[in-house]
């Protein structure tokens, strides 16, 4: 089947716009995460949703950022007033509840604040 | 909390040849989850191989093996015959329950003809 996906895959955007990143798991995953990689760097969590609620959010960097999932489906992440520092691949994987829970990637959304 | 850490940066191998990327974590967690991943220039992730915390195995994937010693908390991932194809960023990573998954920092490995 189809896997996870992402959008945009690029973003060039100016210092202090708002920005939304989407996500769309493989269906029947519950399990969602939100993860950002700046360059040559591993990955930093950012949020982990279990249906559509988010008992996790310790990893959001800052109040500008938030994320919300509908329908158990379908992620975004939103950064508000986005600074340099911001600019980095976030990628979303989500995963199946139970048994060994592999998380699945999508592409990444490429972020570039000027 | 719960750490990874992968001490090698960077690692050349040669083609056809085995190589060991290394990974210890720490956690005071019974029940936990150990992953690895590959990440070629193209830059997505790529799951390769999964241990549990409570198998009695050693978890083997093809090519890939996971060299899992619990006592000394490592989780080493063989590759035996390397190929070119293999050259890419490799990430351990460490989950508990159903909650965040934390990743190493990588080991860049290079496969050399």
């Known amino acids: 089947g189809a896997g996870v996906s992402q959008s945009p895959s690029n973003k060039v955007t100016e210092k202090g716009k708002d920005v939304e990143l989407r996500c769309d798991p493989i269906s029947g995953h519950t399990a969602l995460y939100w993860y950002r990689q700046s360059l040559g760097q591993g990955l930093e969590f950012l949020i982990y949703?279990?249906?559509?609620?988010?008992?996790?959010k310790s990893g959001l960097p800052s109040d500008r950022f938030s994320a919300e999932r509908t329908g158990g489906s379908v992620s975004t992440l939103t950064i508000q007033r986005t600074q340099q520092e911001d600019s980095a691949v976030y990628l979303c994987?989500?995963?199946?509840?139970?048994?060994?829970?592999?998380?699945?990637f999508g592409p990444g959304t490429r972020l570039l604040v000027l | 909390a719960q750490k990874i850490t992968q001490t090698q940066p960077g690692m050349f191998v040669q083609e056809k040849e085995a190589v060991t990327l290394d990974c210890t974590y720490d956690t005071s967690d019974q029940s936990y989850g150990l992953f690895w991943y590959k990440q070629p220039s193209s830059g997505e992730m790529i799951f390769l191989i999964y241990q549990g915390s409570y198998d009695e195995q050693n978890a083997t994937e093809g090519r890939y093996s996971l060299n899992f010693q619990k006592a000394r908390k490592s989780a080493n991932l063989v590759i035996s015959a390397s190929q070119l194809g293999d050259s890419a960023m490799y990430f351990c990573?460490?989950?508990?329950?159903?909650?965040?998954?934390?990743f190493g920092t990588g080991t860049k490995l290079q496969v050399i003809p």
């Open positions: 949703f279990q249906g559509n609620s988010a008992p996790d």
């Open positions: 990573a460490m989950r508990r329950g159903y909650q965040k998954v934390a």
């Open positions: 994987a989500s995963s199946l509840e139970g048994g060994k829970e592999t998380q699945y």
